[in-house]
């Protein structure tokens, strides 16, 4: 097939379900009094709350995750595999999920805060510790993949010259990285500055980001401009995010790299103090929220039992939902499959196609959505499909679709630089052999990377099953979904709807636990 019409499939894909949204925003933004809008003070407040929370989870999270990146990419150790898996759990897990367990690792602080330590009680407290949970692994994998490859002679030469090895790594390491570097805060920025449901449920109404308050405004004062206007400024935070991590992050850096180099040397001694950091943030602030809502999701009462699973048949305390779990589930399962199917074929396509066109502003075209919100793009869906002509708003199609398109910057930034590190050569032998681009897709690309294509595929299944920002806006009635069925419950008093939400968030943590784990065992770092 001609490889500008396959260039014409997603760019339309785009068009239609982002551009033209955004483009509907934008101008209704600007129809209204926007100006007297955005310098109300409490929008103000709003604007700067989200810019400088933002960059205080990116400042903690970048200085957290370059000793993680070092001990699980630059050293070796027994079960680093699995590691690295277990830290991308809470990256990919959903946002309410995410919220739910720090609702219950706040609880769990109760007692602290007791004794004394009362800024354990404020929300942006959590709002921060939330975001580290949740970036941590983007920010390790992104400088890890990229440490990793880095050549230990010169680090070696050092150490024989008496240099230690913090000291090795902070003025030999450390500058080799920051492209690496650069982007990672660039994507923890954009991610923390359009975070949704973390804000939502545990700023408990007492803080809002810009997100939370264009979801206010659109869906409960029914202030369609007032929305607008915020998503104008929501746009140009993250405009400005991307265009700074990439010009400070030249070239392309992927989550992580396919190859690795050479093998790396086991941990000893001197790398004690990153072992020790690391360990700290993975137990204390990795897998404790998750282990603490799967023991409440047994927990009944004084006892433990399986009657918050049990629950799950019914539709709450005093019938709260509309629709059961299971139906909520099924919808969920069933948008999950289109969606990833959607981003993962475009994804892989447009990543082919960079590889062949090294075009910037087709990388760029498709990069822009990753900097927008799920809650910006919801809002542009409901403005835009609602007309007689196109009434896809009508359609249970709408939710998919959406989750499509959140999904495939994803799946391009993780299949593209593996397709970049496979090089010229055996693309060239192939085509020297008489290949088509076909056949060397098939037999030489695919193969090679077969391992990152895997992940992608499940990481767009993740992300589209537990994505909450849009179909708050769009999954209603009938339609709804898992994540907005917990959201729902955890925002309604009631022992039993505390259970089932509970019950729920283990069942999402526990799949998507099994999922990275399937994925760790058949990815591959090195292609043959």
């Excluded at 898996?85 to 690792?105: D, K, R």
């Amino acid at each position: 097939m001609n490889r500008k019409i396959l260039g014409a499939l997603p760019l339309v894909f785009i068009a239609v379900l982002f551009y033209w949204p955004i483009s509907n925003i934008t101008a209704l933004g600007f129809s209204g009094n926007w100006i007297s809008t955005l310098f109300e003070p409490k929008t103000l407040s709003v604007i700067w709350f989200t810019i400088w929370q933002a960059a205080l989870s990116t400042a903690v999270t970048i200085a957290l995750a370059i000793p993680g990146a070092y001990v699980l990419y630059r050293k070796s150790f027994l079960g680093q595999r699995i590691i690295r898996a277990l830290i991308t759990v809470p990256f990919i897990l959903p946002s309410i999920v995410v919220a739910v367990g720090f609702t219950v690792f706040r609880n769990a602080h109760q007692f602290w805060i007791d004794l004394g330590f009362s800024f354990l009680s404020e929300p942006i407290y959590w709002i921060i510790a939330a975001h580290v949970f949740v970036n941590y692994s983007i920010a390790v994998r992104t400088i890890g993949g990229v440490f990793a490859t880095l050549d230990q002679e010169i680090e070696e030469a050092a150490e024989l010259d008496g240099a230690g090895r913090l000291r090795t790594v902070l003025t030999i390491s450390l500058p080799q990285l920051k492209p690496a570097v650069f982007s990672a805060a660039a994507l923890v920025f954009l991610f923390s500055a359009t975070s949704f449901g973390i804000v939502l449920v545990l700023g408990g109404g007492q803080v809002q980001t810009i997100e939370t308050s264009i979801y206010f405004a659109a869906t409960q004062f029914l202030d369609l401009q007032t929305a607008a206007a915020l998503v104008l400024v929501q746009t140009a935070i993250t405009a400005a995010a991307f265009i700074v991590g990439s010009s400070l992050a030249k070239g392309t850096v992927g989550f992580e790299q396919v190859f690795e180099g050479t093998p790396k040397p086991r941990v000893d001694l001197r790398d004690l103090p990153a072992v020790l950091v690391t360990g700290v943030i993975v137990i204390g602030l990795l897998v404790m929220p998750m282990v603490l809502v799967l023991v409440e999701a047994f927990r009944v009462g004084d006892s433990l039992g399986l009657q918050n699973f049990s629950n799950l048949s019914s539709r709450g305390a005093r019938d709260l939902l509309n629709i059961s779990v299971l139906d909520a589930a099924l919808n969920s399962v069933r948008n999950m499959a289109i969606a990833a199917l959607i981003a993962f074929v475009l994804g892989t396509l447009v990543s082919w196609l960079l590889v062949r066109t090294k075009s910037r502003s087709l990388d760029l075209a498709f990069m822009i959505p990753l900097g927008v919100s799920s809650v910006v793009l919801g809002f542009g869906f409901l403005v835009s499909f609602d007309s007689d002509w196109f009434p896809l708003r009508s359609s249970w199609l709408i939710v998919p679709l959406a989750q499509a398109l959140i999904a495939l910057p994803m799946v391009i930034r993780l299949v593209y630089p593996a397709l970049v590190s496979i090089g010229k050569e055996p693309i060239e032998q192939a085509s020297i052999d008489g290949a088509s681009s076909l056949q060397i897709w098939r037999f030489v690309e695919s193969g090679m990377i077969k391992g990152v294509l895997l992940t992608a595929l499940g990481y767009a299944a993740i992300i589209s099953v537990g994505e909450f920002g849009a179909s708050s806006f769009l999954a209603y009635g009938s339609e709804g979904t898992i994540p907005t069925l917990l959201f729902r419950l955890i925002a309604r008093p009631g022992e039993q709807n505390y259970g089932m939400a509970m019950a729920i968030s283990a069942i999402m943590i526990i799949f998507v636990w099994s999922v990275m784990l399937l994925l760790s065992k058949y990815a591959r770092t090195r292609q043959s």
